[in-house]
Nanobody, 122 residues
Framework: QVQLVESGGGLVQAGGSLRLSCAAS????????MGWFRQAPGKEREFIAG????????YYTNSVKGRFTISRDNAKNTMYLQMNSLKPEDTAVYYC???????????????WGQGTQVTVSS
């Protein structure tokens, strides 16, 4: 019912910025809570940011709070992750996710994107 495709990843120097996009299909997109996860080599996938279907409420893990900003444009069926002040430890594959349940989106979302690689050099 919902398909997600990430884009915008790449190689950036420490202190730089990247803007990730997640394009969604499906007429029910606007009612879904969405979020971003990342998975670094040898580590478990972690939830880093979430946004309510209205866009009024956002949530961040402490490691990215103040540096990353999640947003969405329901008219364009797109979610964004603006990443500033990037650090080498931010290097990971970044995934977008969506779920009708705002709790489930943090732990086991129903829908996942394919992931986009972000590499931050020192």
């Amino acid at each position: 019912q919902v398909q997600l495709v990430e884009s915008g990843g790449g190689l950036v120097q420490a202190g730089g910025s990247l803007r990730l996009s997640c394009a969604a299909s499906g007429r029910t997109f606007s009612t879904y809570t969405m979020g971003w996860f990342r998975q670094a080599p040898g580590k478990e996938r972690e939830f880093i940011a979430g946004i309510s279907w209205t866009g009024n409420n956002t949530y961040y893990t402490n490691s990215v709070k103040g540096r990353f900003t999640i947003s969405r444009d329901n008219a364009k069926n797109t979610m964004y992750l603006q990443m500033n002040s990037l650090k080498p430890e931010d290097t990971a594959v970044y995934y977008c996710a969506a779920d009708k349940n705002p709790i489930a989106v943090v732990t086991s979302p129903d829908y996942w994107g394919q992931g986009t690689q972000v590499t931050v050099s020192s």
